[in-house]
């Protein structure tokens, strides 16, 4: 799954907010692989290391969630599989576009990566809200929560070429 020089066909899986549901993550394991995404997006609240290594074959790239507390558990996982984990807050550029990555904890934050004018679009979990607007330039996707806690557990995928959003129910 190597990253592409343009931005023809390049997919991104987004997850978020998985909360140690394993049942649910091998399913968005599946779709990923099925969809044949190029990088998979996790925007934090893993909880449990080992939901980490469930991603394994996948290039894997995330920030931490507000529940996420042994870190070093965490960062261990991400090596083992060849991840990255970037921390609270990470940047990614594919297909000559940049994206931010960030759980969502403050509010303020968000709204300030958004306005910026430096993202393509703005990743981000933390409410459990599916979110797919335009705000100026860049987009601000929320692919809701791959948990479920409640209401429908989804993902999302990113196609950068056309800059749409495709949000798959679990």
């Known amino acids: 799954m190597a990253e592409k020089n343009n931005s023809f066909g390049i997919k991104i899986g987004i997850i978020s907010d998985s909360h140690d549901n394993m049942e649910n993550i091998k399913k968005a394991v599946k779709i990923f692989q099925d969809k ?3 990088i998979i997006f996790h925007l934090g609240d893993f909880v449990n290391p080992a939901t980490i290594l469930l991603f394994r074959g996948l290039k894997l790239k995330a920030v931490f969630g507000n529940n996420d507390g042994d870190k070093f558990r965490l960062i261990k996982s991400f090596n083992e599989i060849k991840g990255e984990i970037l921390g609270e807050f990470g940047e990614a550029e594919l297909g000559g576009l940049k994206f931010a990555l960030y759980h969502g904890v403050s509010p303020e934050i968000k709204e300030a990566l958004i306005k910026c004018g430096k993202y393509a679009a703005v990743f981000s979990g933390h409410t459990h809200i599916l979110e797919n607007k335009k705000i100026g330039d860049t987009l601000s996707i929320n692919p809701g929560t791959a948990h479920g806690f409640g209401s ?19």
Do not use: Q
């Open 152 to 170: 429908r557990a989804t993902i999302a995928i990113f196609d950068i070429a056309d800059r749409k959003l495709e949000i798959i129910g679990l």
């Open 36 to 38: 044949k995404t190029d």
